[in-house]
């Protein structure tokens, strides 16, 4: 029971239902492929959820094929240069605080050998001065005899 209008084309329920069907062609002079083969990344993530007639349209063209194990070479060489980039970026990060806690052992060493400096020429200040201000000789008095 569908009313025709002029103009526009009928719609029957297999149109609607083929309208989300992705359509390729194959490319001449190239072999052709089982489709038990070997299965595509897409269709072992997703082998559960799609039916048969759908995951069979990337196994059936070579140029998605191509596409996909393309595509799945820039993943792997993206993937294996950023985990290169930061395994040696942290290898950096700890070699550098490595000499950072050296740097800080041999600053506090210096500090602790200034500040013992600094008691020893203290002492060495006070003893200067206890000895500038004693005398070492006894004060002689002399008297003068009247003859």
């Not at 993530?45 to 799945?72: D, F």
């Amino acid at each position: 029971m569908s009313i025709l209008v002029s103009g526009e084309a009928s719609e029957s329920d297999d149109e609607l239902r083929d309208k989300h069907k992705i359509f390729a062609a194959e490319v001449p002079g190239e072999a052709t492929e089982e489709e038990d083969d070997d299965e595509d990344i897409y269709e072992q993530r997703r082998s559960n959820q799609v039916n048969s007639s759908t995951a069979s349209i990337y196994r059936n063209n070579l140029l998605q094929r191509k596409l996909i194990e393309n595509n799945i070479a820039i993943w792997r060489s993206l993937t294996a240069f950023t985990r290169s980039f930061v395994m040696n970026a942290s290898k950096q990060l700890v070699t550098t605080d490595q000499m950072l806690i050296k740097s800080q052992l041999n600053l506090q060493s210096a500090h602790t050998s200034l500040q013992q400096a600094q008691r020893n020429a203290q002492e060495l200040q006070a003893r200067i001065a206890a000895v500038t201000t004693s005398s070492f000789l006894p004060h002689i008095n002399n008297v003068e005899k009247a003859v």
